[in-house]
């Protein structure tokens, strides 16, 4: 996987708000078949603080595999739009989250996060 364009796959849930939560992270290659998943209980926590720590699970992990370029992809509109800038973190719970998150993204070259819908993140989901 090193040296590869690496695609970032994250879900972050809680049953109830906040509830027992997880996070999923499934890591893709370009041009190989090699995965890494990634699945951790996070005890009781929010819906939104799940998603940011499965994006930096999979952004921690991502970095030790020197890619050449990164995309992450997240259902998580809220996040998708606060890493880029378009909505404000109003959270006290999230802005530590979403500073290292951003400190993480700016050691990609090319780094981009997009919005998917549920359907297509469904690997992560499952994670």
């Not at 090193?2 to 290659?29: F, H, K, Q, Y």
């Not at 595999?65 to 509109?77: A, F, Q």
Request: no cysteine.
């Amino acid at each position: 996987m090193r040296g590869r364009a690496i695609t970032l796959w994250t879900d972050g849930a809680s049953r109830g708000n906040p509830g027992p939560a997880g996070a999923g992270v499934l890591i893709e290659a370009e041009g190989t078949s090699e995965r890494i998943e990634i699945s951790r209980f996070l005890g009781e926590t929010t819906n939104n603080v799940a998603e940011y720590t499965a994006l930096l699970l999979g952004l921690r992990r991502a970095a030790t595999l020197s890619p050449s370029s990164l995309t992450v992809h997240s259902d998580s509109e809220l996040l998708v739009r606060q890493i880029r800038g378009e909505y404000r973190v109003k959270s006290p719970l999230l802005r530590p989250l979403y500073r290292e998150a951003l400190r993480y993204l700016h050691r990609f070259p090319a780094p981009r996060i997009l919005h998917v819908g549920r359907e297509e993140n469904r690997e992560a989901d499952r994670l």
